[in-house]
């Protein structure tokens, strides 16, 4: 078992971990145990190994139970973090690593006993348990970290409104106020991103503008957005008059969880020139 990882990251980690990081842990771990299990199929030197056999084959097997337990309720908290998150799942897999500890603890144990081979002794101490303490205390701990807004751990689209941009091209003048330039009409453009780590579904793009004798509104479908990816969405030109000044809101409508609600729409007051 010389090649058994330590337990993943911490809780106080977890809150900073992306998906990837995450996974890519857990994977490690799991494959160290699934290939310490391996070993079992092993024909054993003597009988005298028996006894070390069935302490190794269970703390393996509650290692993984609890690798298992643990990150699957992880990833589902994270899922759903407004949710309470699965708390006796994390509690019995914090568990079962402490049994797998507590009987490798034996195992070692057993090996002192000179009746075992010599080339069986050089196991290692392991402890797969990520944190002493209250278990329950310990879970609510991790459920926390794993639905912290800070992190990238769950499967969230991040649908946002990157920039609205005006044709003609608006300026800012000294006053800081933006200006568009002198016309009788505006086009507007916004460009819809995907920051998040899952596909986004169909949304809604809707501009207003008011200012003008009577609001205008507009909306435009959003197509699902890969992680990463953005589009430009053109609208139809809106009628403006020299002098006045406009206020152009562009925002989302979606129908799905978003990673951050906050930059789904962009406000921007500006003015038309004049001669």
Known sequence: ??????????????????????TTAVDRVTSDLDEAVAILEEEPPNKAVFPVRALYREAVVAWRQGVTLLSESLLSAADDPSSGGPIDQVVLGLSMLRV????????????EGDDVPSPVRPFPAITMSPSEGNALALALQWLQAAQSESNSLGLRPGIMVASVVADPEWQIDAADQVVVPVTDGVTFSVVVGNAGNIDTLEAVLRLTVVGGPEPVEQELTVDPLEPGRQVTLVFDPVDVEPGAVYQVRAWLIADFPDADATDNEIVVQFRVGED
């Open 1 to 22: 078992p010389a090649g058994v990882a330590a337990s993943g990251p911490a809780s106080a980690r977890l809150s900073t971990n992306s998906r990837v990081e995450f």
């Open 100 to 111: 797998g500890d507590s009987v490798w603890a034996q195992l070692l144990e057993e090996l």
